[in-house]
């Protein structure tokens, strides 16, 4: 890690408040089930939680409120996700987000589907529909998290409940999981200049929904350690001003 990298004050942004709580026993001074969508809670002087609200819109408007009120050094987005099957990945899977796509912006037309590229609004010179997270910050949370592997990740305003569905966004992002909020938390983080890293676990898989094999507590457990891990590394690295 570079000497003058910092990660802390540190922001921690999930969906839903069990993707979270779990991960916060070493603070027995917070509510274990009431984390309200869109209220930051202070977990120490240096680490904030921020629940948004399952999907892109909810997720983009609180994360970027947040980041307005509370200025950080560093974005942890945690949560649970689904994997295309041909991933290969099995539920309970701990995975970091090696990059974002949005498969289902663009245009579908009689000749096909054109992303955001096509459509004449790429997200960056670099890709039309995609980001890529390769800051020290991303790197740091990969190596603690190793030897998880680091995929790319697709975010969808709609569901894979089918095996259509899930092979055409697989396909489409060149993606292993899927999630409703990944994109929109790092766009946002991306203008406020905070780096940005995706820690989650595999909860389903995605396709036809009666196959879709969930275990939500398995993945909330795994996730629940990998993330207090994080959370303990950062507490060290504060010192004594921040724990
Ligand atoms: O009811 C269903 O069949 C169903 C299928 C997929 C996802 C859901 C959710 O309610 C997702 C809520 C939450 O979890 C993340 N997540 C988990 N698995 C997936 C997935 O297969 N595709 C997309 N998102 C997923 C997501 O980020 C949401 O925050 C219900």
């Known amino acids: 890690m570079p000497e003058n990298f910092r990660f802390s004050p540190l922001l921690v942004v999930a969906a839903v408040a069990l993707e979270i709580q779990d991960a916060l026993t070493d603070w027995p001074h917070l509510p274990r089930t009431s984390f309200p969508v869109g209220e930051m809670i202070t977990v120490s002087p240096c680490i904030q939680v ?27 987005h945690v949560g649970v996700g689904g994997a295309y099957p041909a991933s290969g990945l099995p539920v309970g899977a701990l995975v970091t ?19 955001l590229g096509g ?87 995605t396709g036809d929904r009666d196959r879709q094999q969930w275990n939500l507590p398995a993945a909330q457990a795994v996730l629940a350690q990998a993330v207090g891990a994080i959370l303990a590394a950062v507490r060290v690295e504060s010192g004594r001003d921040c724990s």
């Open 119 to 205: 459509l004449g609004f790429p997200l960056t010179t670099a890709f039309p529909n995609r980001i890529v997270f390769d800051s020290p910050w991303a790197d740091w949370v990969a190596q603690q998290v190793a030897p998880a592997p680091r995929l790319p990740f697709a975010t969808v305003q709609c569901c894979s409940g089918t095996n259509a569905a899930a092979e055409l966004m697989a396909f489409r992002a060149e993606a292993a999981v899927e999630n409703m909020e990944g994109l929109a938390v790092a766009w946002t983080a991306g203008r406020f200049g905070v780096p940005y890293a995706a820690l989650r676990t595999i909860s389903n898989l």
């Open 97 to 115: 987000a090696a990059s974002e796509c949005d498969p289902q912006a663009g245009i579908l037309t009689p000749d096909g589907y054109r992303d």
């Open 50 to 76: 921020l629940v948004t609200g399952v999907g892109a819109v909810r997720a983009a408007a609180a994360t970027a409120l947040a980041l307005q009120n509370w200025p950080c050094a560093a974005l942890l």
